[in-house]
């Protein structure tokens, strides 16, 4: 029977540069292809290339670094067979970390961390397995369903407000909502800003 295997895009070692885990090394897998197409979409090369790997050539490459915590990103991971590779993760000690759209209701149940970007049409089920909901806000953002996310926020949910491509006029609108709605978060991406690969 042949391996199960991931299409992926790159696997690299950086720092994260997001939300609640900002400034932890990471190994990130990202995850070729993504059906949704946002316009302010920063990975979109994500969506194009990618070539398969099997379960233990992403160990093989995961062993190159000596760090523990991986992040699965994308592209949109839960549009390949996530569970299987999250549990190929754990099984090899690894503190499994994922980023989606929460598109898909996908079973997650073994990861350490979840963080669901919420894109049109995402699912209430992912929303409710999230540890973190981050919400990318730009001066298009829909205030309306801004509140719909606020709904899901609990002792294990935090909500972050992310101002789309560190744009002050972003910035600004982010710190306006943060004020009025202060159990929320503020996630600058870090890393452009320090210019971190
Ligand atoms: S869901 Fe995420 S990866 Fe997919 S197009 Fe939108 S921003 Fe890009």
């Known amino acids: 029977m042949p391996q199960p295997s991931w299409n992926v895009n790159e696997i690299f070692y950086s ?5 609640r885990h900002t400034g932890m090394p990471a190994v990130f897998v990202r995850l070729a292809g993504c059906t949704m197409n946002c316009p302010f979409c920063d990975t979109k090369y ?3 290339d990618g070539k398969l790997m099997t379960g233990p050539e992403i160990l093989k490459a995961l062993s190159a670094w000596p760090a523990k915590a991986v992040i699965i990103t994308g592209g949109e991971p839960a549009e390949q067979d996530l569970p299987a590779l999250i549990a190929v993760l754990k099984d090899a000690g690894y503190q499994v970390h994922l980023e989606t759209n929460g598109v898909r209701d996908t079973d997650v149940s073994r990861a350490d961390f979840v963080c669901v970007s ?3 049409y995402v699912s ?3 929303l409710k397995k999230a540890d973190v909901i981050k919400i990318v806000v730009g001066q298009d953002t829909d205030l309306e369903d801004l509140q719909k996310y606020y709904a899901y926020e609990n002792a294990k949910t935090q909500i972050y407000l992310q101002p789309e491509s560190n744009k002050q006029e972003n910035i600004d609108l982010c710190v306006k909502l943060l004020k009025n709605h202060p159990s929320a978060r503020l996630s600058l991406q870090m890393h452009k800003l320090a210019n971190i690969r």
């Open 15 to 19: 720092i994260q540069g997001e939300g």
């Open 124 to 126: 209430a089920d992912m």
């Open 46 to 48: 994500a969506a194009r």
């Open 118 to 120: 919420p894109k049109k």
